[in-house]
């Protein structure tokens, strides 16, 4: 498995997990996995996705700027302006005068799909929260369902951390709206760059929060950590899935989120299927839930292992691939280099997708792949072949061949010549010595 595969596998599983649950986040009496497929056979994405998708575009701008330029702003700094960006499709507006985020213009991501309160109201405030300043007392799941590219765009595991806390913080200020998302950036940083498993991810990304982040209350820290346990503890134990989860909580506020999330990863950990059903059938905010699952669980096994029913329904997927796939993509322009590519400077440059530029360059790229590719140089072999394949045709009319299954160039070029000096076209003979018994008996065609 590549790291594209993962990259991809791991937001196209998130916007997945997020529109099985989003159907029935607001349900209640959910059964044991009651819920296996979309509504109608179609899955719609909520502000989970949304805001996941203006993360990736915030980070994949800022790095083309930066390659550009030489210079970038901050990575919570970039982020927090695509989420002004993001304001703007929820409230019908174009206050935010930057043009960074592409997406912003798709019509599904312009509908409010239940927007949380406490990111509309952060983000609406004129201020950009941090951790040092909180903006609100929130510990809602909106500042953790949103983070996961952050862990899949960091050169480090620390950095990962910290910046998805920054980032988580721009909306939510509480200790508990932030611990979770410093845990979840840096285990998808984790399993994507060490190829470890899940829960050997989450263990390395708790010891590192202790060892470098710790900034927060240690009755924060020690009822996060005691949740987690929780969860590992359960998911080893004979219960009924929707029974472990309701010993966790709903999901309403982001440790709990988390921790349903990690009880429904290692619970199925070679399922990804088994984990995001398992994820969403619960009375409480089934959307992110899902969506934090199927993150974990499309960075860790892929997206080949998703089943195809829940890509091909999904609403928005080709965005979703295209974005992804940028996010795992090396800027492909820069200060100093000759590459140009008019699509990519379309989304990150202008911040608005050209589409016709889209066809140009999936014809430029197939050009180049099938076209107009350098054919390999020939070697003495290949040019000796050439040429008394050329003297056979000018002799008897007829193109030589290499007699399949066992023949070789230089078996045919010794029949050539033999053909050559006795002035007779015994090609198939030579080639195929039982030639006239392999026809009569059918065994040529």
């Known amino acids: 498995m590549n790291r594209k595969d993962k990259i991809i596998g791991c937001l196209m599983g998130g916007a997945i997990g997020d529109a099985l649950g989003y159907q029935i986040e607001f349900k209640r009496g959910i059964k044991n996995k009651e819920i296996t497929k979309y509504l109608n056979d179609f899955g719609i994405i909520s502000d989970d996705t949304q805001m996941t998708l203006f993360t990736a575009n915030g980070l994949i701008w800022r790095e083309t700027r930066g390659s550009l330029r030489g210079i970038a702003p901050l990575p ?48 609406s405030s004129g201020k950009k929260g941090t951790i040092k300043e ?6 809602g799941c909106g500042g953790i369902m949103r983070v996961a590219p952050i862990g899949l765009y960091m050169n480090n595991p620390e950095n990962a951390g910290r910046f998805a806390a920054e980032v988580s913080a721009i909306t939510h200020g509480h200790p508990l709206g932030n611990i979770p998302s410093y845990v979840f950036a840096t285990m998808i940083y984790f399993i994507l760059n060490d190829n470890i498993d899940i829960e050997e991810s989450l263990q390395k990304a708790i010891q ?66 088994d984990a995001i059903i398992c994820s969403v059938n619960h009375d409480g905010d089934s959307d992110s839930t899902g969506s934090v699952t199927g993150n974990i669980m499309g ?25 992804a796939e940028d ?19 379309s989304k990150y440059v202008y911040g608005e997708r050209n589409d016709k530029m889209k066809d140009d360059q999936k014809l430029k790229s197939y050009m180049d792949e099938f076209i107009n590719k350098p054919l390999p140089e020939q070697t003495d072999l290949d040019k000796e072949f050439v040429k008394y394949c050329e003297l056979y045709k000018e002799k008897f009319g007829k193109n030589a061949y290499v007699a399949a299954p066992s023949g070789t160039k230089e078996k045919t070029i010794d029949a050539i010549k033999e053909c050559l000096e006795k002035n007779e076209d015994i090609l198939d003979k030579l080639l195929y010595p039982n030639f006239e018994d392999d026809m009569n008996n059918g065994n040529l065609y």
């Not at 989420?83 to 912003?104: A, E, F, G, P, V």
């Not at 346990?229 to 134990?237: F, M, V």
């Not at 090396?330 to 590519?341: A, L, Q, T, V």
Request: hydrophobic share 35%; with cysteine; glycine share 4%.
């Open 76 to 123: 919570t700094d970039a982020v927090y302006e695509a989420y002004l960006d993001w304001l703007d499709t929820q409230n019908n507006t174009n206050n935010h005068n930057i043009k960074m985020s592409w997406i912003k213009n798709i019509k599904e991501l312009n509908i409010p799909r239940a927007p949380g309160n406490a990111c509309i109201s952060a983000l």
């Open 327 to 345: 996010l795992a993509t090396e800027i492909p322009i820069g200060e100093y280099s000759n590459n140009k590519d008019d699509y990519w400077e």
């Open 299 to 323: 960075v860790y096994l892929g997206y080949d292992s998703i089943p195809k029913y829940y890509i091909d329904n999904l609403e928005l997927k080709d965005v979703i691939y295209e974005i």
């Open 134 to 139: 909180p903006i609100n007392d929130s510990k």
């Open 208 to 273: 590192q929060y202790k060892e470098k982040f710790n900034v927060y209350d240690k009755k924060y820290n020690d009822y996060f950590i005691e949740l987690i346990e929780k969860a590992i503890k359960l998911s080893k134990e004979n219960k009924l899935d929707i029974d472990a989860i309701s010993e966790l909580g709903e999901g309403w506020v982001a440790e709990e989120t988390f921790a349903i999330a990690i009880y429904s990863c290692l619970k199925y950990k070679n399922s990804f299927e």
